[in-house]
């Protein structure tokens, strides 16, 4: 019942040669509809919403696939709509990213994101949020899969 546009969230994680990687855990995290994070250092706690986890982590399978339900992500004072991505195996932090709204006029005022020059770089973390068709309510669907620098080896 969380407020926001709610939006399904897949991709895979894949090694460098394009392997699906098993056993990845995929952790996001993000800010509601109001901008709040679900964090004790937040200033806008206040109008957290309640009914939002604001994080969610899921283990890949076989195919390195996950799944989120979560919502289109929103602006708040000095970023644009991003959502936060680690992830861990074995223990280890293999990678730390952020997604972004392919089409949102904010991006480029984004620090972040205009520190991201090299264009094929930034089109790789910047998707699409696309409305599912024949959805009642309005559904987004929303793939953003991510390749690892690593070798089939090390996984």
Do not use: M
Not at 112 to 124: C, H, L, M, Q
Request: aromatic share 10%.
């Amino acid at each position: 019942p969380a407020v926001g546009e709610v939006t399904h969230l897949t991709g895979k994680i894949l090694d460098a040669d394009g392997n699906p990687i098993r056993n990845a855990l995929v952790e996001i995290w993000q800010c509601d509809h109001s901008g709040a994070y679900l964090h004790s250092g937040d200033t806008n706690r206040k109008n957290a919403d309640g009914n939002f986890q604001g994080f969610g982590r899921f283990l890949t399978g076989s195919t390195g696939e996950y799944y989120f339900r979560t919502i289109k992500p929103v602006p708040y004072p000095g970023r644009t709509p991003h959502i936060h991505f680690k992830i861990r195996k074995t223990g280890k932090d293999l990678l730390t990213t952020q997604c972004y709204v392919k089409g949102e006029e904010r991006n480029d005022r984004d620090q972040i994101y205009r520190s991201i020059r090299d264009p094929k770089a930034r089109e790789a973390i910047t998707i699409d949020f696309a409305p599912i068709p024949k959805s009642r309510t309005g559904e987004l669907a929303a793939n953003f899969n991510l390749v690892l620098g690593i070798t089939p080896e090390t996984t």
